[in-house]
């Protein structure tokens, strides 16, 4: 049977989903629990000044292969980074510090170096480190960023380190605290795969109920694993979904990826029919709750109850991008630990991406309230 295709074109198009979500974003919550992981790296941004964009200058290094190039740019410093440490900041912020987020990630060979420290302790209940970062140098562009990325240590990251740093008593407190995990960046680690896996199995073993815990899972940029690594992550997603809530996302290059896999042909297709298509395609393939996708002008859910579409407020100019796709994930978590539909699930992820794009920084629900009501209002500038 056919499940419902729902598609907001634009925000005017948003009336029920804004107030639905202005109404779950006002009421008391709770005091969630959970766990981030397991990535980590040391980010070095470089803003290109001239060419300012991708697109000029994907020609401009094609036309001087052979020969050299230089172009002028602008050094904006080190920055913690890692998809799980940003997204676990941005947990934090989304719910104005009113929520436990523990971190377990290369954040240090021994000990948690002070970057982390400095960006994290004071943020995160508990940071537990099982490996040097890798090294990340994003140069960015005005429509988007390419990220040079030395990942050596990403090698180190494995169940077993993961055991001997944190220790079964304390993994086993966690987990019975939690109600969400976050695990994302399985495109850069090699054995993130079995660390999901033991993790959903843990909660089994202690007893913890079938789908209470949301487990959100980003693959990240995986187009160098090769095609067995793909086969073994669609194999464990079916056990891990039978003990979590899971959310599976993807940015639209990587959901064409997907699609590959299961011989569907959508590369290059960015219309809106085709990205609500493509999340019901990989749906219907992948023994997951939800597949989110989105891509840089709204996102996409399929689930059982359907497929939905929601728009978002665009920036022609972000003030920063790498963080924008950890901080939209971030933003559907909390809204699914807050009891939305997919549809608000969708429009609190771009709410959260579009506030981060503006400001370099995360956006708490009244943040995104207020994003809301000037977007709906005509009035939201390219900057907060």
Known sequence: MATPLTIHRNVA????VIADFKSRAAAAQPRFSGLCGFDGFIDTFVRLLAPVSMAEFGPKVAAAAGIAASYPAQHLGDKFGGNGPLFAAAMHDIHAGAIDVTYIGAMGRDEVLPIYQDALGGKLKRLFTLARPAH??????????????????CGEVTWERLLEC?????????????????????????????????????????????KEVFFFMDLAEFETRPHADREDLLARLGPIT??????????????????????????GRKDVDAVAELAA????????????????????????????????????????????GD????????????????????????LAGAHFVRSGRSASFADMTRLLEAWAAGTLGERL
């Not at 109850?305 to 963080?323: D, F």
């Open 166 to 210: 944190v220790g079964q008593p304390a993994l086993d407190e966690e987990l019975q605290a939690a109600r969400f995990i976050s695990a994302v960046n399985w495109g850069k680690l090699p054995h993130a795969g079995e660390i999901w896996s033991q993790l959903a199995a843990r909660l089994a073993c202690l007893g913890v109920p079938a």
């Open 13 to 16: 198009a948003l009336a029920g």
């Open 242 to 267: 039978r003990q979590c809530q899971t959310l599976l996302s993807f940015n639209l290059k990587e959901a064409w990826q997907m699609g590959e896999v299961f011989g569907q042909a959508y590369h």
């Open 136 to 153: 990340t140098t994003c140069l960015e562009f005005t429509d988007g960023k390419v990220m040079l990325c030395d990942m050596a240590a």
């Open 327 to 350: 901080n939209f994930g971030a933003g559907c978590l909390a809204a699914a630990l807050r009891g939305f539909d997919d549809a608000g699930l969708l429009l609190a992820g771009n």
């Open 281 to 324: 395609c990989l749906r219907s393939n992948i023994d997951v709750d939800r597949v989110i996708i989105h891509p840089n002008d709204g996102a996409a859910c399929a689930s059982a109850a359907g497929t939905v579409y929601v728009p978002l407020p665009w920036c022609r100019e972000p003030l920063i991008s790498t963080g924008a």
